[in-house]
């Protein structure tokens, strides 16, 4: 799968936050990334990837074989959509060999 394919499907999952809501996070619907980003971080040999209650995704990458005496990378990740972007049937520009000229949008 290339960056472009996940990053395709991350950004067809609805994360979008709801306002005035008592509960974190404010929707449901982002834990099916959190879940989705926990089980690609287990495939790629993170160790004891979990997402919380609160819906932040962890995970640990363990120092690279034959650098064991080095630190393992956690990692960290909250993931939301602000309220006011849509984040449901995003249809994004995908722009080859972009010459750096101004986008249209819309």
């Known amino acids: ?17 709801r306002r005035a809501v008592g509960q974190k996070p404010s929707s449901l619907r982002q834990f099916d990334l959190a879940h989705l980003l926990v089980y690609e971080l287990q495939q790629m040999g993170l160790e004891g990837a979990f997402v919380d209650n609160r819906c932040f995704v962890y995970g640990t990458l363990p120092p690279t074989p034959g650098f064991e ?38």
């Open 1 to 17: 799968m290339t960056l472009l394919d996940r990053f395709l499907k991350y950004i067809s999952i609805d994360t979008r936050s």
């Open 69 to 106: 005496h080095c630190q393992s990378m956690g990692l960290i990740a909250h993931l939301d959509t602000h309220p006011d972007i849509p984040s449901k049937d995003v249809a994004p520009q995908i722009i080859s060999n972009y010459s750096g000229c101004d986008i249209p949008l819309g």
